[in-house]
């Protein structure tokens, strides 16, 4: 089978930026908004009529999330176009008239007393989005004056999020060169391209030439980027501060519907393991052969590894192998694997104008998702692939629920996608035909603990500090740059000899407006993903089941509710964490002692 690496977004709205159906659907949308507004304003609190407004705003809401994946996936293939500001903006002025209303639907929610409301969620027509309406009704009570709402919703387009899309113009235009140390040719490279090779790139000298001029790149785009870090940051704060929070960590820990102690727990566990990657790098270190270990080396491939030799996989064999992989823990799992591969949801050609990096959107009005990244045949390029369809196979068994039942927070979103990588990581180490190979891949799957306890850990310090020092002013790029190394210094636990202090200048990240303290929650659905892939390799054949009814219940618990219903623990409680450790331990312990041989 031969797939397509262009994904189709002709079928959502057939015709590009300029297609017919996108303007109706602007237009139709506008008028539901209208519509609701007009509803919301003289409409009572009787279960029927509160139901009818729930349909309407989730119709909106899946409306503005098409739209939302057609743009985004229009101007990823084609970065730092400005064609697309203008329909960004258009979208966004949708998202801030639709705020309105239902900041009055949330109001009118609280106007009913508890037991009138709970009696209401009790109607079976409310009853799917109870969870999420009682979360509605809450997130009232922080809720200002309609019109001063209706005000910050307007300063938002060009305050947060207008900060947010000039981050994107300021990355899309930056490039850097870089000394090919194989024909000692110097080539000039796009900043997404310089971070798809620092990945990737086998030569230490290539890539350390690579990581130096990258370094230099965003350290002369200091001042535009702090300058937007900066304001994106005041805008959050004062926003905050204006909804009665006390922390900037309350919003993040609301969203993604966890509790500060379970935070704390799961950051206490990472500090109290970290020590287990040193013999790790220095081993790393030996097989490289660097007498220092640089930020670029953290996830560099081994190649020459006794008589190992890497071969390119091929986009086709990246695909068969997911579907075969997926098929052994879940037959549903490898058919939407199949279906999405053959229908071209998925947009992977390298190739120049596009994207750093790779997302999943779902396609809310046909219940069908989009995903996003750049194919370049490496070992970890197929667990990549895998991680998105993860989300995307996520997204579908919700699909027969209401739009409010498949608003499930990040954090757990990310289980679904680590989980779908983990089977894909694993069986690529259990397949290989040599040592030399096993050691390889082995090393590859390295690159997610590295990521979820290391890397994201340094990004947690860094915002945490950064925000502490934003209540007080404007922080200037040389005080980020030593936050930044202090956060590495800190979350590496001194393993890094050279390290990346413009990293806040280069990670998208920390820029995006819609969701504070985008980070940490990859590292709780890493760990959250490894209880699950535990079970499911216990399970067996009666894993898929329990699994689907986990995702289906996603969007309509708390983390620590879910968790407990499913998993039958306490992330309050380090044990769970640590059962997620001790397999990072095991998989360091079998590199340690089957590397030996090729020292």
């Known amino acids: 089978m031969t797939y397509s690496q262009k994904w189709d977004l002709d079928s959502i709205y057939p015709g590009g930026i300029n297609s017919p159906q996108l303007a109706k659907k602007y237009q139709l949308v506008a008028e539901q908004i209208k519509h609701f507004d007009q509803q919301v304003t003289t409409f009572g609190t009787t279960p029927e009529e509160i139901a009818n407004l729930a349909d309407l705003a989730q119709t909106i809401g899946s409306g503005l999330g098409t739209i939302s994946i057609f743009i985004n996936g229009l101007a990823s293939v084609d970065y730092g176009n400005s064609i697309y500001g203008p329909q960004f903006n258009k979208l966004g002025n949708l998202f801030v008239d639709f705020s309105a209303p239902l900041n009055k639907f949330q109001k009118l929610l609280l106007s009913l007393d508890d037991s009138s409301f709970a009696q209401a969620l009790e109607s079976p027509r409310l009853e799917p989005i109870a969870f999420y309406l009682t979360e509605l009704r809450t997130d009232a009570k922080r809720l200002l004056n309609d019109a001063t709402e209706a005000l910050i919703n307007k300063f938002d387009l060009d305050g947060q999020q207008a900060w947010s899309q000039h981050y994107d113009t300021i990355s899309a235009s930056l490039s850097m060169h870089y000394t090919d140390s194989d024909d000692n040719k110097t080539r000039r490279i796009s900043a997404g391209q310089a971070l798809n090779m620092l990945d990737g790139e086998p030569n230490n000298d290539t ?26 940051a005041g805008f ?8 009665g929070r006390q922390s900037h960590l309350e919003q993040p ?7 500060q102690a379970t935070l704390d727990t799961m950051w206490r566990v990472v500090d109290d393991n970290k020590s287990m990657f040193k013999p790790y790098f220095d081993r790393k270190k030996q097989l490289l052969g660097l007498k220092e270990m640089g930020w670029q080396d953290q996830v560099a491939p081994l190649t020459d590894i006794g008589d190992y030799q890497p071969q390119e996989v091929s986009y086709d064999d990246a695909a068969a192998f997911i579907i075969a992989q997926f098929g052994k823990f879940s037959p549903k799992m490898a058919k939407f694997a199949k279906m999405a591969f053959e229908n071209n949801w998925i947009e992977s050609e390298n190739r120049p104008g596009k994207q750093p990096g790779g997302y999943m959107e779902s396609v809310p009005d046909l219940h069908e998702s989009r995903i996003f990244l750049t194919y370049t ?5 197929a667990a990549t692939i ?17 739009l409010w039942r498949d608003a499930y927070a990040m ?20 397949g290989a035909k040599s040592d030399a190979e096993k050691l ?29 020092e934003r209540k007080n002013g404007i922080v200037t790029p040389q005080r980020l740059n030593e936050l ?51 079970q499911a390799q216990k399970d067996g054949a009666g894993f898929e089941d329990k699994y689907i009814a986990l995702l289906r219940d996603t969007a309509n618990m708390t983390s620590e509710a879910l968790a407990q219903k499913h998993l039958n623990v306490d992330l309050t409680q380090p044990d769970f964490w640590q059962a997620g450790a001790d397999l990072i331990q095991s998989d360091i312990n079998e590199f340690l002692s089957l590397s030996e041989q090729f020292i």
């Open 377 to 381: 045949g490496s070992v970890n390029d």
């Open 484 to 534: 930044m190394d202090a956060a590495q210094k800190n979350a590496f636990d001194g393993i890094l000899d050279v390290r990346h202090p413009h990293f806040w200048s280069s990670k998208l990240h920390f820029f995006i407006d819609s969701v504070p303290f985008y980070n940490f929650p990859y590292t709780f659905g890493y760990l959250f993903s490894a209880g699950i892939y535990a």
């Open 253 to 259: 820990l609301e969203m993604n519907r966890m509790s």
């Open 411 to 430: 954090n757990v979103a990310e289980t679904a996608s680590t989980f779908a990588e983990l089977i894909v990581n694993d069986a690529n180490v259990s």
């Open 440 to 468: 390889v891949l082995l090393d590859a799957k390295m690159t997610n603990p590295i990521a979820m306890f290391l890397n994201i850990h340094a990004r947690f310090l860094f915002e945490d500090a950064f925000y502490s």
């Open 386 to 402: 895998a991680h998105e369809l993860g989300h995307a196979f996520h997204s579908a068994q919700l699909t027969d629920l209401p």
């Open 207 to 232: 890539r350390a030439d690579i990581m130096s001029n990258y370094e230099k790149m965003w350290g002369d785009a200091e001042n535009l980027t702090a300058d937007t870090l900066n304001h994106l």
């Open 236 to 243: 959050r704060l004062t926003n905050q501060t204006a909804h």
